[in-house]
């Protein structure tokens, strides 16, 4: 039977990086990233809570049917609001989150070494000289972390601080998890 991982955390906690690590480890398995596909659901991308709403409950539909019809998922978004993920555990049987923790200076860090690209950069910078300023900067919709907080569920099936597990060594970790669940 087929499985989905939701990997989730605030904007440059890993969360991509250990997807991708823990891609090249799992068999029929498709990935799915927010950020790459956000577009598919709406054109023009404003971050606003009702566009989050849509996008969260697309974004868990499609990665459903993936499972139904027998492939593995790994959702790489951040999913700030729990009852997305609880809506994810709803669609899906077989469901793993994995809260990827990283202090708020660390995920600035390295989110500033980003290149602009899929996600704004300088996204953290801009949300608090916002905050701080009332600056507006165009296409930056409420920060997790910033203007939105990131609600912690605690019936998460693994919990990884970034900080001191390297992206190969978390994605052991989850691996770890779903053999012993009889998964892989």
Known sequence: MAFAVWITGLPGSGKSTIGKELLKKLDNTEYLRLDEIRKKYVSDPRFTDDER?????????????????????????????LKWRKYGRSKIQDFFEVHIKCNIESCMKRESARTQGLVMADLYKKALERKRTGKIFEGLGKVVGVDVPFEEDPKAELVIDSEKHKPAEAADLILIELRKKGWI
């Open 53 to 81: 709403e849509i996008v969260y409950s697309k974004f868990v539909d499609e990665g459903g049917n993936i499972v139904k019809a027998g492939k593995n998922v790994i959702y790489d978004a951040t999913g700030n609001k």
